[in-house]
């Protein structure tokens, strides 16, 4: 866990935090090193090795602000939605703002576990991260009463890693959308409520079809 050191003034850490935000989100966490971190945050190597012990705990701290600043957005974006079924495929919407964002270059978990070695922080925080969202997913396909929620989430999730590669290696800005508009028909086609909605309207349909025409 990272520390905040008493007698360490707090805008050293967070320069030293947004600097590592910056380059290890561009060019990556391994290819980055401390030198090029303390340099962009004006401050020394040892204050960097005081708050963050060693580059594990600075890229560990990075990660972990990240999933944080997600996790918050998410929850303050999905309470803006009143039904539950809203929220769940409000997931997609909040992606879709994410990948609009000037500079996205992709996940940062997926990057940055791609480079780590096994056992490492950024492997944990990243795994973390994922069990996250996944336990979202599922929550909130629980709470929309999907019969097997877990089938549900595991769908969504495919569908949530597909858009954010589409977004950053196709460079394809609406793929949150794609992908929300086959999350629309995978939830739809897994809850009781809109099945029966649809039902009803398939069988309004049919009998407008039979209806004698009007004189």
Excluded at 41 to 47: C, D, I, P, W, Y
Excluded at 98 to 113: S, T
Excluded at 126 to 142: G, I, K, P
Aim: charged fraction near 25%; charge should be positive.
């Amino acid at each position: 866990m990272v520390t905040h050191k008493g007698d360490m003034p707090a805008s050293a850490r967070q320069r030293l935090l947004d600097a590592a935000s910056h380059l290890f989100y561009d060019e990556g966490v391994h290819t980055v090193g401390v030198d090029r971190v303390v340099e962009r945050a004006g401050v020394a190597k040892a204050t960097l090795y005081a708050l963050f012990g060693n580059k594990e705990g600075l890229v560990r701290a990075y990660l972990m602000a990240r999933d944080e600043g997600i996790r918050g957005r998410m929850t303050r974006r999905l309470a803006r939605y009143t039904t539950s079924r809203e929220r769940l495929l409000g997931v997609f919407d909040v992606q879709d703002r994410m990948f609009r964002e000037p500079g996205f270059r992709g996940c940062a978990f997926a990057r940055a576990n791609a480079e780590a070695p096994e056992g490492s922080s950024a492997e944990e925080v990243s795994e973390n991260h994922r069990a996250w969202l996944r336990s979202l997913l599922l929550d909130l396909a629980r709470d929309a009463g999907a019969p097997n929620p877990e089938q549900l989430a595991r769908q969504l999730m495919l569908l949530y890693d597909g858009a954010a590669i589409s977004a950053w290696m196709d460079h394809n800005a609406s793929a949150a959308h794609a992908a929300r508009s086959v999350a629309t028909a995978l939830v739809d086609a897994a809850l009781p409520a809109a099945r029966g909605r649809a039902k009803k309207a398939q069988r309004g349909d049919a009998a407008l079809e039979a209806a004698p025409p009007l004189p």
